[in-house]
């Protein structure tokens, strides 16, 4: 273990993407002189409305030129555009959307309805862990979700070492007993997994530090939901996607999953 642990210290830790936003530049407006209006029957009858942020026009210039677009409907562009900005950045705006993927939290952030009410996306809990096995919500996660922790166990596991409860300000992440609770569990994907091709992996059954994974009498790994606790180390060391790059899966032969019930699928 203190080799893996070491391994996974080595590791850089990967940056958040900063969001930007670009206001687009408005388009001057068409010349006065070059689009001055010819008079038309009922002229007056059809009076243009008068524009926000310009004195209103007397009903006896008939063939007043189109205005300039006022610059306060750019502002409240503006305005709105961040407003929604400040959407995403609190998550405020899980009321209005759906499509929110379910993420494996950080251990003992696993009461979602509490980890997202007490979340400030601070990014401590990320910055400090060792293993380099958190990273943060994209956008392709849901609005809720976006820059809110998440296990990413491509990059390193958990070893439980507790750095980011101890981290965090608000007590989103708890405290949490390893032996009884659950990031969330195991699960092979037989269509990625090189033992169900052929036999001869058994990595993740190796790499299983709770004897939660075993070989089945085929040779193929089978995972015992009841004992994993979701560290992720399997999914870590499984080699099946650089022996399939070509599938475009995004998955391996051992993926830990939230609300899975552990399995073959
Ligand atoms: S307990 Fe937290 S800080 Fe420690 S390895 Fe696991 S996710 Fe990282
Ligand atoms: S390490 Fe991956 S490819 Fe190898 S047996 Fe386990 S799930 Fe299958
Ligand atoms: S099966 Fe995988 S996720 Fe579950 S305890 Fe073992 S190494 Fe950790």
Redesign the pocket.
């Known amino acids: 273990m203190d080799e893996k642990k070491a391994a996974g210290a080595a590791r850089a830790a990967d940056q958040p993407e900063a969001a930007s936003a670009m206001m687009e530049a408005s388009q001057p407006q068409p010349g006065a002189a070059a689009l001055e209006a010819r008079p038309q029957p009922g002229a007056a009858a059809l009076e243009a409305q008068p524009q926000l942020g310009t004195a209103p026009r007397s009903a006896d210039e008939p063939d007043a030129a189109p205005q300039p677009r006022p610059a306060v409907s750019r502002r409240a562009f503006a305005l709105g555009a961040v407003g929604f900005a400040g959407l995403f950045a609190v998550g405020g705006a899980g009321v209005a959307f759906n499509g929110e993927r379910a993420l494996l939290r950080p251990p003992g952030a696993q009461d979602e309805d509490a980890f997202l009410a007490n979340c400030l996306k601070c990014d401590k809990c990320r910055s400090i862990c060792p293993q380099d096995c958190i990273s943060v919500g994209v956008l392709e996660d849901g609005i809720v979700n976006f820059r809110t922790p998440k296990m990413d166990f491509r990059k390193g596991y958990c070893t439980f070492c507790d750095k980011c409860t101890q981290v965090c300000p608000t007590k989103a992440v708890l405290p949490f007993d390893e032996n009884v609770e659950k990031i969330g569990v195991a699960v092979?994907d037989a269509s990625?997994?090189?033992?169900?091709e052929k036999n001869g992996?058994?990595?993740?059954?190796d790499a299983c530090a709770y004897d939660a994974?075993h070989l089945d009498d085929a040779g193929?790994?089978v995972v015992d939901a009841g004992v994993c606790n979701g560290c992720g180390q399997?999914e870590y060391?499984?080699?099946?996607s650089s022996?399939r790059s070509y599938s475009g899966s995004k998955n391996?032969?051992?993926n830990v999953e939230r609300s899975a019930q552990g399995g073959t699928r």
Do not use: D, E
């Open positions: 092979i990625q997994c090189i033992a169900y992996c058994q990595k993740c059954v994974v193929r790994p399997c060391v499984c080699p099946s022996f391996r032969g051992i």
